[in-house]
């Protein structure tokens, strides 16, 4: 079945980074772009960033530009988000999907920027 598995995650101070990877398993992982999303208390989930399914073309969200990279492994069915210069305003949890998808949410990593 689906799966998706999100970690790296943590606590880090504002201007700090972070890199998190995010295992997929049960379809053909080379054949989809891929996309991390982000959801903060209260709020909904909002995309964050997507990379087509070569890897050679990224989108990012404008509240995240020049901060985060996202990239994939297609050998290793993993994609990542390195996060610099990160605010607390990018507190939230992150997950991974395909884009078009709208099931088979993973568990998330947890992400705290605070002094």
């Known amino acids: 079945q689906v799966q998706f598995e999100e970690s790296g995650g943590g606590s880090v101070q504002p201007g700090g980074s972070l890199r998190l990877s995010c295992a997929a398993s049960?379809?053909?992982?080379?054949?989809?772009?891929m996309s991390w999303y982000r959801q903060a208390p209260g709020k909904e989930r909002d995309i964050v960033a997507t990379?087509?399914?070569?890897?050679?073309?990224?989108d990012y969200a404008d509240s995240v530009k020049g901060r985060f990279t996202i990239s994939r492994d297609n050998a290793k069915n993993t994609v990542s988000l390195q996060m610099n210069s990160l605010k607390p305003e990018d507190t939230a949890v992150y997950y991974c999907?395909?884009?078009?998808?709208?099931?088979?949410w993973g568990q998330g990593t947890q992400v705290t920027v605070s002094s």
């Open positions: 999907n395909v884009p078009t998808w709208g099931a088979y």
């Open positions: 049960g379809f053909p992982f080379r054949n989809y772009a």
């Open positions: 990379i087509n399914t070569p890897g050679w073309s990224t």
